[in-house]
């Protein structure tokens, strides 16, 4: 069983977005994918599972491909039960269409090594095991087991939990998968690493998630553009050995392309020297003969076109580098305000969703949305999701606890999913009232909110705003006075993300580059408090890295809730609020 991709390349029309990519994988091959938001980490695992063709290139493709993608679209109506019993009828039909090839054997003429290849692999299918497999994987991802429930009443996370579940039962020969830690915990995680390391084909996996990397990488592909302008693959296992080389690689790119810039000025001074005898101004030697000024030009000329040609032949082409952030300077206090008060506090905090008025969606279903269903349906908490039709449920419960983030504060919030991370942030920022307990903030707190999963991140969503581009919100926030204009950062100097796609729809963003859009309006009213839900969720790792890196040393307050192992690890120091 094998996959491989030969100079594979894809072009969107006056935009190319892979050139030159050129992998091999076999059984036992774990491959990470990385790169910038936007590099076409998922446009890449859409063209190895055969969903859109290659503009050059080919992909061969032997077994059968299994791909999960970020995100979930289902059909209307459809169920936890539809995903899973298409999961068994095809491992069943697989199976007996197996079974049915060594049953016609024909053992005199028939190709022994075949026959125990396929013997194998009814045995590797397992479909007599698959209804007990299914049930493990999504009890172990957390995932909804009911089959009853409608996966579009389902979270993000969910639904994604779901199909993650159904794939590992599948046990394809080749298993893509495109950030699949953006929706576990820390057990969820642990139970997909030791699935993944033992996978008897091979797999690719695109993350962000350097832990993952750590554990299950043999190799890592890195989207980015390299010295001459194409992805590398790094043979060396690990997230540590391939930041180290390609740190290397940036250093000596980057000593490269200074000495050529310096070299580049040095020529073109000499060539500028070299013109001034062209002007008018310049006259031969007193006494020279007349003809001598016409060949000084020539040699003047033949001198000035040879430096030009050298200019060009040492010239080196150096693709625009990967973007950095460059994180505000954020402001800890405003002027009057007492370092001992806190920017915001909750006491003994409360939140239910309880069962409302009754409402209609788009495929004609009515749905109990509860007292806050309009945001749940589109900002769904992480942890519970919407539950429709039910009783009221309890998001989050905190009897006899104080939260306070003074000026300058840190708290990192950490759990399971399911024990209201994402609820106890939304009642910090006052975006979920509180069903018992106070919250008090003091006057004048601007506060940056970065959800797991928001508005903009699907692009129905984003059209849904009224908003075509990241430049019309950011305009509009403005306007409506929701930024002070004595306190706004320009989005284009954050480095998250480029001209172009502040001026490209929201709808035609990545999800990566959606979710640096939310980060970049967190940031733009330069917030003294940062609330960040699984920040590094559809980041590159680059970023990741530089997110941490400005979050540890910015002067504002910061509350973090996050899965991300190295994350944790980076941010052990801080006040932990383990939620159970």
Same mark, same amino acid.
């Given at each position: 069983?094998?996959?491989?991709?030969?100079?594979?390349?894809?072009?969107?029309?006056?935009?190319? +977005? #892979?050139?030159?990519?050129?992998?091999?994988? =076999?059984?036992?091959?774990?491959?990470?994918?990385?790169?910038? =938001?936007?590099?076409?980490?998922?446009?890449?695992?859409?063209?190895?599972?055969?969903?859109?063709?290659?503009?050059?290139?080919?992909?061969?493709?032997?077994?059968?491909?299994?791909?999960?993608?970020?995100?979930?679209?289902?059909?209307?109506?459809?169920?936890?039960?539809?995903?899973?019993?298409?999961?068994?009828?095809?491992?069943?039909?697989?199976?007996?269409?197996?079974?049915?090839?060594?049953?016609?054997?024909?053992?005199?003429?028939?190709?022994?090594?075949?026959?125990?290849?396929?013997?194998?692999?009814?045995?590797?299918?397992? $479909?007599?095991?698959?209804?007990?497999?299914?049930?493990?994987?999504?009890?172990?991802?957390?995932?909804?087991?009911?089959?009853?429930?409608?996966?579009?009443?389902?979270?993000?996370? @969910? /639904? *994604?939990?779901? /199909?993650?579940?159904?794939?590992?039962?599948?046990?394809?020969?080749?298993?893509?998968?495109? @950030?699949?830690?953006?929706?576990?915990?820390?057990?969820?995680?642990?139970?997909?690493?030791?699935?993944?390391?033992?996978?008897?084909?091979?797999?690719? +996996?695109?993350?962000?998630?350097?832990?993952?990397?750590?554990?299950?990488?043999?190799?890592?592909?890195?989207?980015?553009?390299?010295?001459?302008?194409?992805?590398?693959?790094?043979?060396? %296992?690990?997230?540590?050995?391939?930041?180290?080389?390609? =740190?290397?690689?940036?250093?000596?790119?980057?000593?490269?392309?200074?000495?050529?810039?310096?070299?580049?000025?040095?020529?073109?001074?000499?060539?500028?020297?070299?013109?001034?005898?062209?002007?008018?101004?310049?006259?031969?030697?007193?006494?020279?003969?007349?003809?001598? /000024?016409?060949?000084?030009?020539?040699?003047?000329?033949?001198?000035?076109?040879?430096?030009?040609?050298?200019?060009?032949?040492?010239?080196?082409?150096? %693709?625009?580098?990967?973007?950095?952030?460059? *994180?505000?300077?954020?402001?800890?206090?405003?002027?009057?305000?007492?370092?001992?008060?806190?920017?915001?506090?909750?006491?003994?905090?409360?939140?239910?969703?309880?069962?409302?008025?009754?409402?209609?969606?788009?495929?004609?279903?009515?749905?109990?949305?509860?007292?806050?269903?309009?945001?749940?349906?589109?900002?769904?908490?992480?942890?519970?999701? +919407?539950?429709?039709?039910?009783?009221?449920?309890?998001?989050?419960?905190?009897?006899?606890?104080?939260?306070?983030? !003074?000026?300058?504060?840190?708290?990192? +919030?950490?759990?399971?999913?399911?024990?209201?991370?994402?609820?106890?942030?939304?009642?910090?920022?006052?975006?979920? %009232?509180?069903?018992?307990?106070? /919250?008090?903030?003091?006057?004048?707190?601007?506060?940056?909110?970065?959800?797991?999963?928001?508005?903009?991140?699907?692009?129905? $969503?984003?059209?849904?705003?009224? *908003?075509?581009?990241?430049?019309?919100?950011? #305009?509009?926030?403005?306007?409506?006075?929701?930024?002070?204009? &004595?306190?706004?950062? !320009?989005?284009?100097?954050?480095?998250?993300?480029?001209? &172009?796609?502040?001026?490209?729809?929201?709808?035609?963003?990545?999800?990566?580059?959606?979710?640096?859009?939310?980060?970049?309006? $967190?940031?733009?009213?330069?917030?003294?408090?940062?609330?960040?839900?699984?920040?590094? =969720?559809?980041?590159?790792?680059?970023?990741?890295?530089?997110?941490?890196?400005?979050?540890?040393?910015?002067?504002?307050?910061?509350?973090?809730?996050?899965?991300?192992?190295?994350?944790?690890?980076?941010?052990?120091?801080?006040?932990?609020?383990? #939620?159970?």
């Amino acid at each position: 069983m094998h996959l491989v991709a030969d100079d594979l390349a894809f072009s969107y029309p006056g935009r190319d +977005v #892979l050139r030159g990519v050129s992998v091999s994988v =076999n059984d036992g091959t774990r491959l990470g994918v990385v790169g910038e =938001n936007g590099s076409g980490k998922s446009t890449f695992l859409h063209l190895l599972a055969g969903r859109i063709d290659p503009s050059g290139g080919e992909v061969r493709r032997d077994g059968v491909v299994g791909l999960v993608e970020q995100e979930l679209h289902p059909a209307p109506g459809q169920t936890v039960g539809d995903l899973v019993a298409a999961t068994l009828d095809g491992l069943r039909a697989a199976t007996a269409e197996l079974e049915a090839a060594a049953a016609a054997f024909d053992h005199d003429t028939g190709d022994l090594a075949e026959l125990q290849r396929t013997l194998g692999r009814a045995e590797h299918l397992a $479909a007599w095991d698959a209804d007990r497999r299914v049930d493990v994987a999504l009890t172990r991802l957390g995932a909804p087991r009911d089959p009853g429930r409608r996966l579009d009443e389902l979270s993000v996370g @969910e /639904r *994604f939990r779901v /199909r993650l579940a159904c794939r590992i039962a599948e046990r394809a020969d080749i298993l893509l998968l495109d @950030e699949p830690t953006n929706h576990l915990d820390a057990a969820a995680i642990e139970f997909l690493t030791g699935e993944l390391v033992a996978w008897r084909g091979g797999v690719v +996996v695109v993350t962000h998630d350097r832990e993952l990397l750590d554990d299950a990488a043999t190799a890592i592909l890195d989207l980015d553009p390299s010295w001459d302008g194409r992805p590398v693959l790094y043979g060396q %296992p690990g997230y540590l050995a391939y930041r180290f080389a390609k =740190n290397q690689a940036l250093h000596r790119w980057r000593q490269r392309y200074r000495a050529e810039r310096k070299r580049a000025a040095a020529l073109a001074a000499v060539l500028d020297k070299s013109y001034e005898g062209l002007s008018d101004e310049w006259r031969p030697p007193k006494g020279s003969q007349t003809h001598r /000024r016409a060949t000084r030009a020539r040699i003047h000329v033949k001198a000035a076109d040879r430096l030009i040609q050298k200019l060009g032949a040492e010239a080196i082409e150096v %693709p625009v580098p990967p973007p950095v952030l460059t *994180f505000p300077d954020l402001p800890a206090m405003s002027p009057g305000w007492d370092p001992a008060d806190p920017l915001v506090e909750v006491r003994s905090p409360r939140v239910e969703v309880r069962p409302a008025a009754m409402t209609s969606d788009d495929d004609g279903a009515t749905r109990d949305l509860g007292a806050h269903g309009a945001a749940a349906q589109g900002d769904r908490d992480d942890d519970v999701g +919407v539950r429709w039709k039910s009783m009221p449920s309890v998001l989050l419960d905190l009897p006899g606890t104080r939260i306070a983030i !003074p000026p300058s504060g840190r708290l990192l +919030v950490t759990g399971p999913n399911g024990t209201g991370k994402s609820t106890l942030l939304r009642a910090l920022a006052g975006e979920r %009232p509180l069903g018992r307990g106070t /919250r008090t903030m003091a006057d004048g707190v601007r506060v940056g909110v970065v959800g797991q999963e928001s508005l903009a991140l699907t692009p129905d $969503a984003a059209r849904r705003t009224g *908003f075509e581009t990241a430049a019309d919100e950011a #305009l509009a926030l403005l306007a409506a006075g929701e930024l002070d204009p &004595e306190y706004v950062v !320009p989005v284009a100097s954050l480095g998250l993300l480029s001209e &172009e796609d502040l001026d490209r729809p929201l709808g035609e963003l990545s999800v990566g580059q959606r979710r640096r859009f939310e980060l970049a309006r $967190a940031l733009v009213h330069v917030p003294h408090l940062l609330l960040l839900d699984e920040p590094t =969720n559809h980041l590159s790792i680059d970023l990741v890295d530089e997110l941490t890196r400005a979050l540890i040393t910015t002067p504002a307050a910061v509350v973090v809730a996050t899965h991300d192992r190295r994350m944790r690890e980076e941010l052990s120091d801080w006040p932990e609020l383990e #939620l159970t």
